[in-house]
C-alpha cells in the first residue's frame, strides 16, 4: 500500500517563476493538505483541500495556490517565486479532515 | 543529510536509557494532540497521538501525557536506541467545528541524539 507521493523531489527555481509540485495521497485519503517546513523549523500549514475545494488556508499570500483532482490528487502552485520561498514543502493526507494525517517525504525547493 | 535544527533544543541520551520530550501548546481549545519524528530528508512521521478527554496514552514504547491545565504535552521513549536520533516535533490538531480544525500547528522540535 503506497504512502503519500509526492514530485519531484529536488527542484531548483529561479527568483520570479512560477512552480507546482504535486502529491498523490495515501490509498483511501480523501483530503489532502500541503506544509511548507523552512530549515530548522516545524512545517507551517499552507491550506487544506476536501472534494476538490480549499477548506482551510493559513497565512500565505495569494501566490500560493492549489487544486485537487478528482481522484484526490493535488496541486501545489507558487508564483513569482522569492528567495525565501526556498524550504520543503510537504503534503499530508489523511481519511477524514482533523484526523490520521500521512506525510510524504516532500519536494525540496531551492530558489536561486 | 540536511542540517536540520540550528536552533532547536536538545536532548541526548545513551542508548537504553529513557527519553522525555517536552511540549507546550498555546490553544486550550485543541482537543487533538499528534507526535511526530522526522529524521533528515524524510516527512515527518506519525508516533501517537491523544486527544483531549485523555491524560496518557501508551503506544509500543512510547508514552504521551497530556496536562490540559498548564497546556503541556510529553512525549517518553523506553529503552531509547539510535534509531530513534531523528527532530521531534508536537502538533496541534485544532478542535471539531472550530476555526483551526483541520489544520496542524506543530511546535519548534527537539533534536534527540541517542548514542551508543
Known amino acids: ?112 | 543529510g540536511e542540517s536540520v535544527g540550528l536552533h532547536l533544543p536538545t536532548l541526548s541520551v545513551q542508548e537504553g536509557d529513557n527519553s522525555i520530550i517536552n511540549c507546550a501548546y498555546s490553544n486550550s481549545a485543541s482537543d487533538y494532540f499528534i507526535w511526530y519524528k522526522q529524521e533528515s530528508g524524510k516527512g515527518p512521521q506519525f508516533i501517537i497521538d491523544i486527544r483531549s478527554n485523555m491524560d496518557k496514552r501508551q503506544g509500543q514504547r512510547v508514552t504521551v501525557l497530556l496536562n490540559k491545565t498548564v497546556k503541556h504535552l510529553s512525549l517518553q521513549i523506553a529503552a531509547t536506541q539510535p534509531g530513534d536520533s531523528a527532530v521531534y516535533f508536537c502538533a496541534e490538531g485544532g478542535n471539531a467545528g472550530g476555526t483551526s480544525y483541520g489544520k496542524l500547528t506543530f511546535g519548534q522540535g527537539t533534536i534527540l541524539t541517542v548514542h551508543p
Open chain 1, 1 to 112: 500500500d503506497a504512502g503519500v507521493t509526492q514530485s519531484p523531489t529536488h527542484l531548483i527555481k529561479t527568483r520570479g517563476q512560477q512552480v507546482t509540485l504535486r502529491c498523490s495521497p495515501k490509498s483511501g485519503h480523501d483530503t489532502v493538505s500541503w506544509y511548507q517546513q523552512a530549515l530548522g523549523q516545524g512545517p507551517q500549514f499552507i491550506f487544506q483541500y476536501y472534494e476538490e475545494e480549499e477548506r482551510q488556508r493559513g497565512n500565505f499570500p495569494d501566490r500560493f495556490s492549489g487544486h485537487q483532482f478528482p481522484n484526490y490528487s493535488s496541486e501545489l502552485n507558487v508564483n513569482a517565486l522569492l528567495l525565501g520561498d526556498s524550504a520543503l514543502y510537504l503534503c499530508a493526507s489523511s481519511l477524514e479532515v482533523g484526523r490520521g494525517y500521512t506525510f510524504g517525504s516532500g519536494t525540496r525547493l531551492t530558489v536561486v
